[in-house]
């Protein structure tokens, strides 16, 4: 299929620069090779409105602009799954932020003065990746990664006894709550709770309520009406309307406004809700699991959380242990890492006998996630195909093999 034959893709430029947007502007505009209906905001926030407000097939964002730079735009939206797929553009890009966005899931990274060929092939390639996953395939995305499935990597018995939980409780439609410390897998457990049940055809779509703003975690998870708040220039769907017939998932589920939670709790029970500025009542049917990191308990005795809410979404209870008390999966864990990371030659990577120690006996108050993080950065600047514990860095080399004592 050639690129004249897609319908309109549209674009939303943000740069603080006006001459360098109006050109990508033109340049798009008078393109032969596609046609683009292009949206322009001169700062980050415009831009973290603009996203939040419509739905563009690509983005391309500014790294330095007033407000908000472009990556800490990305962050914002990394978890929507109907945001595009973003283009940084800078001209002084550097490898370590290039790198960064990357990681965050930037599609492509742009320098200026950006060619029209480059500009072009990029923004169009941009737009086809975002039209590929259909609705349903872009939130099933989210938490699947790819075509094998959820990949919970444990050998220790706790962690193995709470899969075999996960698979018993997943074909039922109870609300589960997951608890565990920040990063020690709570959304893969969720997924595979999605994976295995009868709703795996349907979307999962998480929302971490310690990440979004209280006064956009109403719209976030009950979308709204054109109209309903200045900025509300066209409707919106939440993630409860999202979810029909699928899985929510809500990380840090302690952390939601007392006002959400109530109505958060009739949507439950009734299942029907409204979204912000409506007035009609839509039915919505989706399963809950909620994540935290938190003694729900205590909240609930302070008054800082629904006790009726937390009898509703504690059916069943999986807690996770923390990564210091389970290394005997350490080095799994390790490698499983390692091959995301070199997925091509990962079978020609090894780790040092001074470096395995160090990952066995380092305390990781990140869990599962500070461990990714070690292995995707050690691989990345390691100097040969073996990780040593110089590679490890400093975070590990200066605790000291004593530091999960």
Known sequence: MSQSDEPFISVLVADDDEDQRLLIEHLLKHAEEARHLVTWVADGRSALTALREQVFDAALLGLSMPGLDGLEVLEAVADDPTRPQVVFVSGRGTVETATRAMKLGAFDFLEKPVGRDRLINVVWNAARAHRVLSRTERLE????????????????????????????????????????????????????????SGRHAEPLVALNCAAVAESLAESELFGHEKGAFTGAVARKMGLIEISHGGTLFLDEVGDLELSLQAKLLRALESKMFRRVGGVKELPTNFRLVSATNQPLQRLVDKGAFRGDLFYRINAIVLELPPLRDRRGDIPLLARHFLTQVRPSDADDWTIAADAAALLENYSWPGNARELRNVIERAALLCNSTTIRAVDLGSSLTDSGAGAGA
């Open 141 to 196: 995305a989210v938490v699947t990664r790819d075509a094998g499935g959820v990949h919970i990597v444990a050998e220790d018995p706790r962690v193995k006894a709470l899969l075999g939980l996960v698979a018993r409780i997943a074909p039922s439609d109870v609300s589960v709550l997951i608890v565990g410390e920040s990063g020690t897998g709570k959304e893969l457990i969720a997924r595979e709770l999605h994976r295995l």
